[in-house]
T-cell receptor, first 114, second 115 residues
């Protein structure tokens, strides 16, 4: 069974600073990997996903993520954060067999200092 | 296009009472998911439908939770009787078809508080 670990429960960065959110996964085969964002009172929105090919994936809102098989990681990055990026971020891994369901990490809450 | 609709947005009940949540997916989406998101945790899949059939309900507490998707469109999730530990946000999502690669579109959720 697949699993996801997001080591950082809460991160605070200043507006305009760079951001990296960590994600480590466990899965026996090549995974499908996702990053979702959840703003207060709203549902989750897909930022980006990886399933094959180029290991650097571009997403919406200026986010990117890099798949590193050797480290079982899929870290999310943004070169310069905006106050509107304050939200909860979830990494997820999808199985390519069976019910092909998503398993989410526990999330990282991002706070932006002005 | 309209997103995933859920109602109610908030619900407060006492333990041992019953409650039902409703979800209307994006038009044409064959796959529908119900997730439970406990405070401080990521969403956990409860049940997945493909049209009106159940694909996966391995994490649904079947002694108290039930779900249906009649006619393969909207869906209802019921809890009877509720326990304190059922306090959570219940998220509904839909995707065009099955498969982990398909983007899931989430509704705003129903926040349940069990007293």
């Amino acid at each position: 069974a697949q699993s996801v670990t997001q080591p950082d429960i809460h991160i605070t960065v200043s507006e305009g600073a760079s951001l990296e959110l960590r994600c480590n996964y466990s899965y026996g085969a090549t995974p499908y990997l996702f990053w979702y964002v959840q703003s207060p009172g709203q549902g989750l929105q897909l930022l980006l996903k990886y399933f094959s090919g180029d290991t650097l994936v571009q997403g919406i809102k200026g986010f990117e993520a890099e798949f590193k098989r050797s480290q079982s990681s899929f870290n999310l990055r943004k070169p310069s954060v905006h106050w509107s990026d304050a939200a909860e971020y979830f990494c997820a891994v999808g199985a390519i067999q069976g019910a092909q369901k998503l398993v989410f990490g526990q999330g990282t809450r991002l706070t932006i200092n002005p | 296009e309209a997103g995933v609709a859920q109602s109610p947005r908030y619900k407060i009940i006492e333990k041992r009472q019953s409650v039902a949540f409703w979800c209307n997916p994006i038009s044409g989406h064959a796959t529908l998911y119900w997730y439970q998101q406990i405070l401080g945790q990521g969403p956990k899949l409860l049940i997945q439908f493909q049209n009106n059939g159940v694909v996966d309900d391995s994490q649904l507490p079947k002694d108290r939770f039930s779900a249906e998707r009649l006619k393969g469109v909207d869906s209802t999730l019921k809890i009877q009787p509720a326990k304190l530990e059922d306090s959570a946000v219940y998220l509904c999502a839909s995707s065009p078809t099955r498969g982990a690669l398909n983007t899931q579109y989430f509704g705003p959720g129903t926040r349940l508080t069990v007293l």
